[in-house]
């Protein structure tokens, strides 16, 4: 009997405590009763500490820090997705979220891929990548993988998100000029208790035609307490100066010559 009394210990204790081997060789001890909590979880010794590059950035941030739904807007480069990534981050290791949520409408510019094999999650994957890339760098891969296998890091498309409420959590809609008004709508009207939003999207790059309503949504919240919209010029371009100057040339008419 006190053999077995002894194996029901071992057992409590192992599921209460996990330690998990990533890709990179990390072995992180997650306490899966609170897995993010402060007092157990921090970045990889590896990581990339944040830091806002301009103005514009660091007024974006301190608005996600300040508000319940905060709008990115601006164009390629200006750092929208990062800085988004960065306060996500911050979020979960301070335990102030329990999770963080990403998601964005399934449009491709240009011609789609055709049928991607595997699960919900697997087809979904390609459309996280920019943004999982962000967290890697600030968290850590394997403590992002390590997240990931814990539900802490979750992607869900925007298609599913009917009828759901996130608490708690930190989620994050990204390409967001690509939405019509009704989902938008749907959207916003998930936030749950202690819960943060962010919407990034570039109105001027929509490839959904003259249908996206992200512009329209702007308008009709906008003036809300607790709704702040920040928007980012091609001045704060961080990405290269190149990329600022081809962009440039796309607001312009074309040539005569071409």
């Not at 103005?55 to 820090?65: C, G």
């Not at 990329?243 to 796309?250: K, N």
Request: hydrophobic fraction near 35%; aromatic fraction near 8%; glycine fraction near 8%.
């Amino acid at each position: 009997m006190a053999r077995k009394n002894s194996r029901q210990k071992q057992s409590k204790k192992a599921n209460y405590h996990l330690d998990y081997l990533t890709d990179d060789k990390v072995v992180v001890d997650i306490n899966r009763s609170d897995p993010f909590s402060s007092a157990n979880f921090s970045p990889s010794p590896k990581a990339k500490p944040f830091k806002t590059q301009t103005n514009s950035q660091k007024h974006f941030t301190s608005a996600i820090k300040s508000n319940i739904l905060t709008f990115g807007l601006g164009p390629a480069g200006t750092g929208k997705t990062y800085c988004t990534a960065a306060m996500a981050a911050e979020a979960i290791t301070k335990g102030e979220v329990k999770q963080i949520v990403f998601t964005r409408p399934a449009v491709e510019a240009g011609p789609g891929m055709g049928f991607l094999p595997g699960k919900l999650e697997d087809k979904f994957d390609p459309y996280f990548g920019a943004f999982k890339h962000c967290l890697t760098q600030l968290l850590g891969k394997g403590v992002v993988e390590c997240a990931v296998k814990n539900n802490n890091i979750i992607t869900e498309p925007l298609a599913y998100m009917r009828g759901k409420t996130f608490n708690d959590a930190f989620v994050v809609l990204d390409e967001a000029q690509n939405c019509t008004e009704a989902e938008l709508k749907m959207f916003i009207t998930r936030i749950g208790r202690s819960a943060t939003f962010v919407i990034n999207g570039d109105l001027e790059q929509s490839d959904i035609g003259g249908n996206s309503g992200l512009f329209q949504t702007i308008n009709r919240v906008s003036d809300l307490s607790d709704v702040h919209v920040h928007s980012f010029d091609y001045d704060d371009i961080v990405r290269s100066g190149i990329v600022r100057d081809i962009l440039q040339t796309f607001r312009e008419p074309v040539p005569a010559h071409v």
